[in-house]
């Protein structure tokens, strides 16, 4: 049961993308095809994956051209096979050809990073941990690119700045100069002065930081770059009194083993800043 | 000597990825992190590569908070070791840390373009091979994904469907239903209709349909998927008489051998749509 | 230690109220004002209160004119009595007589609100108790509103629907629909597929709704429109298995028994919905 | 006959409320509601007044999902008892309650202005007096507030800085510095230099402040914070030569009596600045 | 003294027409000019005319490129010949090629509007009338055309639709079907619900329209296409009742005779609808 | 077969348009027109010419209410006499008086150049020679600008700065400082960095300027204000091996005798820059 994008974040960026990519019209389609020309176009996988961003490649289609008909065959999240019918769409050959590019922009990326999560999530069968996206994202498409990770089954992190706690590395390095107690006290008194709904969570690099992070009863305690045996090692020692994060060198062959450590979660940059687009073509009927 | 881009394009953007990534502020920072505390943060990458979007990296610091001073210390398009110093921050440490993510979102993902670029420019050394872009970009990022491009020593194709024509496999499709000579006929009504600064390319699957586009004059014949073979025959049978584009199937293992056929342009979407981010880190200083 | 509001939050709304109020520019003045008429005004309170919005008040004067010199005396947060100097700006008559009015709507909104905070506030004094805002905030005003609550001493409820779970009695009638396990299943499953850092809170009318919460692990309960003795027996009953949120019928009057009763959070629509604007001057100095 | 909101002055406010409480979705109820759950819902008073704001209300809901209906019972500007039916919804569960919340903030704000409007205008009866809005509306809302407080019978002042000449004490006092003329001549050269529809009103604090004005012809002279008696006179003096606005100390206790002084206008700041919101509620059906 | 252009009305418009014409930038300055090219360059009329726009100049060469230094030699208003020195730029040559057609578009348009403006008001000398300028301005540029027109010498009438009652002939062609009565009944009822400050214009076709406007107190009384005796006889018999506009055949050959008659306003959609650019370069200095 | 505006073009600026001039409604018809009363209205040309802009006329009634019904009796570039029926609306007479002056703002700018373009490509018959715009544009209205040149049959010249190179006078002037051949190794050097669909044309002032351009093999060289006899000596010296544009002088009365020289572009800025509107009339039918 996922939750879809709300057609209000779908439409705007659909419509700056058509912009970006036609200033102006597409002169290509206008001063060669001619204007009552019809088609049948169909999206169909060149290779197998999961499906992300239907609805913007609808929009992109219908926000050219209001009367062109499109009929979505799967629904996001669901898998397919190289050759399966994704899309039909039908009407002004013209339209189908201007918007064909920004359609296929936003499917391939969002089904390029469901598709890559899915595979980290399906190492992850079995144990309790979930995988989780970043705030490395594209500027602009973070909604996007977390519904996509939504799609692959992954579960989003926090949104942004704005709505939890994460204090990192860099954080911390500050926070040090104060003295040895500054970053606990800085902790409590945090929670005083945030909202009751607003989630701590707190980096370490090293086991022995820990305790402090407990005593200043963070929710959740992020264990960065630490190796496998360290992580079951944190794992025993919270015991249940936070959720334990794991990042850094998450790799898809090295996430099933992160997993068998009982961690929570497992966050991964990759899933959003490093994405191959899935390779999705658009097929023009002949007849 | 490269084109810079206008600051009336970074501001924006920028803008728009800073409201994106803290909507109502940073809370870690503003909660944890003294409002006097200073520090000074280096970018320093953790592997090879070649810089791009430096511009922005200090767009998000001075319009998240204008008293940060930045210093770039190597320009675009400059190729880097693993460690190097590329730029400095000095300033409130609640700012930095608020802008950090953003800046390095941007310069992470345009110096990823720019170095896979240089990675295929080098392959074409000693050939007439430029290597181009295509409209295969990040939804909202054309003109930055274009202008890493470019810091990769790559070349640009058309910005958008409203600047030159480029007729594809479906334009063609559609005109094929017109009758055989409509492609012939359509391009040389094209001529007296768009502007005279206007390009024409088209693409082809086969040898055999290069005639009828040298004799409708087009500026550009881009050869779809061709084997090395044909690619061949085809820059020898065009001989001059309108550019050559090679597209399909271009990898890093293949592109120095396409470019040996004596095509003009290589085009690859792989370029901008399936992008490893670079790995670049912010250093604080710790003393 | 107040956490400011974010000049990229203060500019884009204060100069929408400068071109809402004078889409043209300001006739009087500049009919009547000499170009050259330097004048020196300053900010004054016609009856005591708490500040908020100072940096409204001086965006507004120097987005009008940047040459505009504003001096703010005391900061956000700060109780003043009738007649204290709290913000004095030098510079062209013609300027400040056109920012004025938006000047004024802006803090004396949110000093209304700070200071009527500040009010429910002082009766909690002694107690766990904190006094927490709603979403029954003026549509567009929201960052500010809440914090004008921050100034008096309030603490933020989660900012949108976007950013935390809160069931109420609407949710819960549609819920019951589905019979009578739906809830506790519908929260149990809600923890799978929200970010872990996602606080689920639920409403109740009567005490007998409470077990099933607990059963479903929520992280706090609204006790809404409950008797007093009620609170407190929901209180017990609690035992600091979850947060406990006192609304409805939060009256100045009443709101230092509900903070008795033990609960951790008091929220108030009152506090943005129905302010009385505080009353500030601003004296043109004679001479 | 009440002068209706364009619905492009509805549209674009009532979305950015919308997007300012949910950016990125309502997480309560895409988690916990049913996609296929259908409800029906009805505005009710939980007070009497003058309803304003029923499209904005309506807006919310459409704009939130156009497959909702919405059925308006009675027209803005209409009294209504406790427990009347304003207005009836049907549609999709989930998308009534993330619209609730919007459509609410907008007509419990916008009733409440008329009911208080409708409360001094009665005080008015049977009198030349008007009752009048004034610039101190909250930023952003200016045209919905004026819109309210026409619902309630009341009349608009002037929209804005740039649409009508308004010299207020801190003119006349800046003004004063350039010599005893210098009011009256600056009146009489602003006629040259605005448009001929432009309509000049003074501030006056004292009554002998009047025969200059009437030497200037102004349009409209404002009696500010006169006591009854000076009023009377004042009226008695301009003797129609212009209109007269009453200004400063306008309570719903003292209104009556500045109506029965003989002045045409009686503006109120109070209208639209502090405002308490009408309690209306919006009831899920329940069978 | 002319009253003069916000800064915030120049800056968004001049940012639009600079995007506009370099959505990514000036590639001709940026392939051909050196980076380091420095340059100056004159502002000079090629005919004499009346300046106005000359901060839309600068502003169009400072958001190019902050480090321009923009010199105004004269003021809008005044009026040149030939030759004459209107403004220095000294800076970048790249930047100042790049914004020198969006410079001059805006001040050759806006000179144009207000020389052809003092022609007319050249005409009218020691008349009373003033000549005003229409709607028919540019869309998008109406603010800066009524300032052109000020800078000739003119004055404005309303606006827009929402800041004046101007009925026209398709107006009262829609009232003439409700009765006889229906017009002066209307206007009487208008009083009663528009701001006090609003002003009321009735356009005639044929004096026996008059007596019925005189009735209904209308504030300005419209002659649309009256022959010059008609005029005559209009003004002698409204008698100072109402103020009189001529509208209607205003040319450059006729307007004198039309002030002569009494009127006190001459309106020209041709000041705006019609305009002829003025013929400004920017010439580079050569040593 | 032209091709027409996109309607994403279309709709954003009619939507400014009508905002610019109705900001908070249409006073007029609001206060005087019956809410009920209906109308059927008729677009008719005051004068012969050629129809541009019918679509933003629809635009302009449709987006004020959608509910008016708009036939389009002949289509934009065809040629019409004084007193064709061009377009009926009907509808709400309230809605169509208010959208009726921003409808014919467009309307009549656009035929205005439609029909003047057509007067100089009517000159040009039988020659090779095509009537082509520039930027000296309306600030904001481009697009719509280029499209009434397209209507009257001629074409359009490159769109802006970022698509075409096109170095002028002032461009060359700088150059020259770099030594006599730093022209022809810029350009040669540019086409190594531009994109190869990217145009250069150079303007000459003199006949001895063009061999250096041949051997930078430049497409298309501008011969500015040059007499007809070097006209033609430039056409037969440059011999096909570039395109030929003239410039400068161009007038109605000259522009036959330039076609005949051989040039195959002659550029007008009059086109765009020097609009008298077309007198286009909205007839109320009166029935």
Redesign the interface.
């Known amino acids: 049961?996922l939750?879809?994008?709300?057609q209000?974040?779908i439409d705007p960026?659909?419509?700056?993308?058509?912009?970006?990519?036609?200033?102006?019209?597409?002169?290509?389609?206008?001063?060669?095809?001619?204007?009552d020309?019809q088609?049948v176009?169909h999206l169909v996988p060149r290779e197998p994956g999961v499906l992300s961003g239907s609805r913007l490649f609808a929009a992109a289609m219908t926000?050219t051209d209001p009367t062109l008909v499109v009929t979505l065959h799967i629904e996001d999240g669901t898998t397919f096979e190289t050759g399966a019918l994704l899309a039909t769409i039908q009407g002004s050959?013209r339209s189908i050809?201007?918007a064909?590019?920004?359609a296929?922009?936003?499917t391939?990326?969002l089904s390029?990073i469901a598709t890559l999560t899915a595979r980290f999530v399906a190492q992850t069968a079995g144990t309790r941990a979930?995988i989780?996206d970043t705030?490395?994202?594209?500027?602009?498409?973070?909604?996007l690119e977390?519904y996509a990770v939504r799609c692959g089954g992954g579960?989003?992190?926090?949104?942004?700045?704005?709505?939890?706690?994460?204090?990192k590395d860099?954080?911390l390095?500050?926070?040090?100069?104060?003295g040895p107690a500054a970053?606990t006290q800085?902790?409590l008194?945090?929670r005083?002065?945030?909202?009751?709904?607003?989630?701590i969570?707190v980096e370490v690099d090293r086991l022995d930081q820990i305790d402090a992070l407990l005593a200043a009863k963070v929710?959740?305690i992020m264990l960065d770059n630490f190796s496998l045996e360290d992580m079951r090692t944190g794992v025993a020692h919270i015991a249940g009194r936070a959720?334990v994060?794991a990042s850094g060198n998450v790799t898809l062959e090295r996430v099933a083993a992160i997993a068998a450590t009982g961690v929570?979660?497992i966050s991964s940059?990759a899933l959003t800043?490093?994405?191959?687009?899935l390779d999705l073509g658009?097929d023009?009927q002949?007849t």
């Open positions: 049961m939750t879809p994008l709300p209000s974040t960026i659909v419509r700056m993308a058509l912009a970006e990519d036609a200033p102006w019209g597409d002169i290509t389609s206008q001063t060669l095809v001619p204007p020309a088609a176009a926000l050959a050809l201007q064909e590019r920004v296929l922009n936003f391939q990326r390029g979930r989780v705030r490395k994202t594209t500027p602009g498409l973070r909604a977390r579960n989003n992190h926090r949104f942004s700045l704005s709505d939890a706690i994460l204090a860099n954080h390095a500050v926070l040090a100069r104060q970053l800085a902790l008194d945090a005083t002065r945030i909202p009751h709904t607003t989630h969570e929710d959740t959720l994060e929570d979660l940059g800043h490093s994405v191959r687009s658009l023009f002949t």
